[in-house]
């Protein structure tokens, strides 16, 4: 039976990023050959921690949404154990409901930005076609609605706005 859980690491801020990698696909190669799925990664990067961890101040924050068989989340848990590159890690159950919540969520986003999607590409091929149904006017015709810039000019302007004009 596959459960919903949450991994939470503090990586060690020397190593380089490189490393920091490996031991992600490191946890997710774990997680998919036990029968798992790696939902979502949330690499927040450098920060400073509360109190100095192995003589470090700060760290690289990494959380994981992941969809475990109990026996998996062992097996990464001892694997993070003996990680010289993670300064902590937890694993923690996450409540059904919440998860259950947080996924009608993400398909009603992704419902309304499929439905907004395809409203713009309807709008385009309406503009498109649009485009292609009228002829072009004449240069001549438009010409004749603009007004010229010395006919604008030689109307009479009022006295107020002269003297705001003038000041």
């Excluded at 400073?48 to 097996?75: C, N, Q, W």
């Excluded at 649009?130 to 006295?159: D, G, K």
Aim: glycine fraction near 2%; hydrophobic fraction near 40%; charged fraction near 35%.
């Amino acid at each position: 039976m596959r459960h919903d859980y949450e991994l939470a690491l503090i990586i060690n801020p020397e190593v380089s990023e490189e490393e920091g990698r490996s031991t992600l696909e490191r946890i997710e190669q774990i997680v998919v050959n036990n029968g798992g799925q790696a939902v979502k990664v949330n690499q927040w990067g450098r920060r400073r921690m509360a109190y100095p961890i192995e003589k470090h101040r700060d760290g690289i924050y990494v959380f994981m949404d992941l969809i475990l068989t109990p026996e998996s989340v062992a097996e990464i848990d001892r694997t993070l154990k003996v990680s010289e590159v993670v300064l902590r890690h937890m694993v923690k159950r996450r409540d059904p409901k919440a998860v259950q919540k947080e996924r009608e969520e993400r398909a009603e986003r992704a419902e309304r930005e499929a439905r907004a999607a395809a409203a713009a590409e309807s709008r385009a091929e309406e503009a498109q076609a649009a485009a292609a149904a009228t002829p072009e006017e004449p240069a001549a015709a438009v010409a004749e609605e603009v007004p010229v810039l010395s006919e604008v000019e030689e109307q009479e302007v009022p006295p107020a706005v002269e003297e705001s004009v003038e000041a």
